[in-house]
């Protein structure tokens, strides 16, 4: 953080950079500071003085983090069944590149399988992306999913409580039954888990194999409406949900399995 005096060249004006990233407008932004509402690397500042660097400071207002660096890109995309999660598959099959030609340098945060569809945050963030795609930081993300077989509470209860894969431990942060037909079951799913196929090879494990999944949100970041193969880009409360996410205390291993299982299996309804 610079904190030099208005005379002096190193940085920018708080204000300044505030306003360019879509805070307010440069005098109210001049009023948040004065009021003290906000942070520079932590520090609350209150001189209109203050100079910062966009692409190092940190700065929230109101205890949200604020992304100073517009040259940041961070997009929502609802990715379609039977495209892969890269941007360019060395074996010619479709990928995310086609649905954000005109962004330079974004990628994509984390997988889907190819015949998974939902939501994916797209940036060209690399630090953030880390921190978002790593199960240490607690980041979840919600799937809604249809599989084979009507779904009991007990079933719902292993999910909750966990148990052992080929690669360890895993189990849901929530679940529940949304709906039974005949033969199969839908239910909505959260975790933080970031390994390979996950949702598949539980459900596969607990002897109901997946018909159709759906990942709905990505930490608070929801998919709402958007169609499939569609790209919006977040609005700045999305990005600084994100930012204050990644600003979380990475979560000791043994802290899910910690965690109290709540068991709350809706009642099953007829189609």
């Keep these: 953080m610079q904190t030099s005096s208005p005379d002096e060249e190193q940085g920018v004006r708080l204000q300044k950079v505030m306003a360019a990233a879509g805070v307010a407008s440069r005098r109210v932004c001049e009023d948040l500071i004065v009021r003290g509402q906000v942070t520079v690397n932590g520090k609350r500042v209150t001189e209109l003085g203050t100079r910062v660097d966009p692409e190092v400071d940190r700065v929230t207002v109101s205890g949200m983090p604020i992304q100073l660096d517009v040259s940041k890109v961070y997009l929502a995309l609802n990715k379609p069944v039977g495209v892969v999660s890269s941007m360019a598959d060395e074996n010619g099959r479709a990928d995310l590149s086609q649905f954000v030609e005109g962004y330079e340098r974004v990628f994509n945060v984390g997988r889907l399988d190819a015949e998974t569809s939902g939501l994916i945050i797209m940036t060209n963030d690399g630090d953030l992306a880390h921190k978002l795609a790593h199960p240490k930081f607690g980041v979840t993300k919600t799937y809604v999913v249809r599989v084979q077989g009507v779904i009991e509470p007990g079933i719902i209860h292993k999910l909750l409580s966990g148990f052992d894969l080929e ?16 033969g199969e079951s839908l239910l909505e799913i959260e975790l933080h888990s970031g390994r390979n196929r996950i949702v598949r090879r539980m459900f596969e494990f607990l002897g109901h194999p997946v018909l159709g999944l759906v990942r709905k949100q990505f930490g608070s970041i929801q998919l709402g409406p958007l169609k499939a193969g569609k790209v919006r880009e977040l609005s700045k409360v999305e990005i600084g949900a994100l930012l204050k996410a990644a600003e979380g205390k990475p979560m000791r291993p043994s802290q899910a399995a910690k965690r109290a299982p709540h068991v709350n299996p809706a009642k099953a309804r007829g189609k």
């Design 167 to 182: 690669d360890g431990f895993i189990k849901a942060d929530k679940a529940k039954l949304v709906q039974v037909a005949i």
